[in-house]
């Protein structure tokens, strides 16, 4: 009996529709027609010999061998774009040191460190996690070669290349009661912080009273304290724990979106540059609503 060899370009595009929850939008970025990718769809359960998807209502939902598939396909991809990206680039060697900001530094940095690993074993990173005002200093001192960082777009330094719109968002313990007759507990890194300014500005032009029930010097301190119950914070989706929700309520201020940079030294050498490479992957594939 001949072996069937599923398709890749039909999984890519399974992969993507499910996790945008429109395979409109991935056919768009797959710059393939929604047709074409309705016809990935039937492939893949012509091979399979069941289907993976049913409609209800306007959407398109997994089917328990969609489920499963799922699962395959993610690692099939993950191989496949390893094998290209190890073949295609030149072997390098040599050291690297990127900085990232928190947020960045639990989920994503370990998905990056892998990736990048499988890829560039000869190369050594040196990885620091911080603050935005230690990561710059860092790299205005010689100290990096790469940082990941937030900015408000008012100033930047050389070599800053903007990769994405992320939105500030009210962060909290699910369906939590919130009095308006008190002042707003919230829960803040310690200043500066660029969050932390936008929040309270944006509070004050609200007319909403306020009240810092706790400041941290770490974004760990800062999600601990909002898992318990002590105030409300402003942050993006970029690492927020599976605990926390975004509070959508309708009092609360409309707050705006902030840039994700990633800044360089002139003369990225080839490690370096593979490394941004790999960041810039990542990042597309972990938050495509907000990354360029």
Not at 11 to 37: D, Y
Not at 147 to 168: A, K, R, Y
Not at 212 to 234: R, Y
Request: with cysteine.
């Amino acid at each position: 009996m001949r072996k069937v060899t599923l398709d890749l370009e039909a999984l890519r595009s399974f992969v993507l529709g499910v996790e945008l929850g429109n395979f409109a939008e991935a056919a768009e970025r797959l710059n393939r027609s929604t047709s074409a990718v309705s016809a990935h769809l039937k492939k893949l359960e012509m091979q399979l010999e069941q289907p993976i998807l049913k409609r209800s209502g306007r959407s398109l939902v997994l089917l328990p061998a969609g489920e499963e598939l799922l699962s395959y396909a993610k690692r099939l991809l993950a191989v496949n774009d390893d094998a290209v990206m190890a073949l295609r680039r030149p072997k390098v060697s040599g050291i690297v040191r990127i900085g990232l900001q928190e947020d960045f530094g639990e989920r994503f940095l370990t998905d990056m460190l892998a990736q990048f690993n499988r890829t560039n074993p000869e190369v050594v990173l040196d990885v620091q996690v911080s603050r935005n005002r230690n990561l710059m200093e860092r790299f205005q001192q010689g100290k990096l070669d790469l940082v990941l960082c937030w900015n408000n777009t008012e100033s930047v330094v050389t070599n800053t290349e903007v990769i994405g719109q992320f939105p500030m968002q009210w962060i909290g313990v699910p369906e939590t009661f919130i009095d308006q007759q008190l002042p707003l507990s919230l829960i803040l890194f310690e200043s500066p912080c660029l969050l932390r300014e936008v929040a309270l500005k944006a509070l004050d032009e609200s007319e909403i009273p306020w009240r810092v029930a706790m400041s941290s010097h770490s974004l760990s301190g800062v999600w601990s304290a909002t898992e318990a119950g002590l105030g409300i914070t402003v942050r993006t989706p970029a690492g927020c724990p599976d605990s926390l929700a975004v509070l959508e309520k309708e009092w609360l201020p409309k707050l705006p979106n902030l840039a994700l940079c990633l800044i360089q030294v002139d003369g990225l050498n080839a490690a370096a540059q593979n490394l941004k490479e790999t960041v810039l992957d990542e990042l597309k594939q972990n938050f495509p609503d907000w990354v360029y």
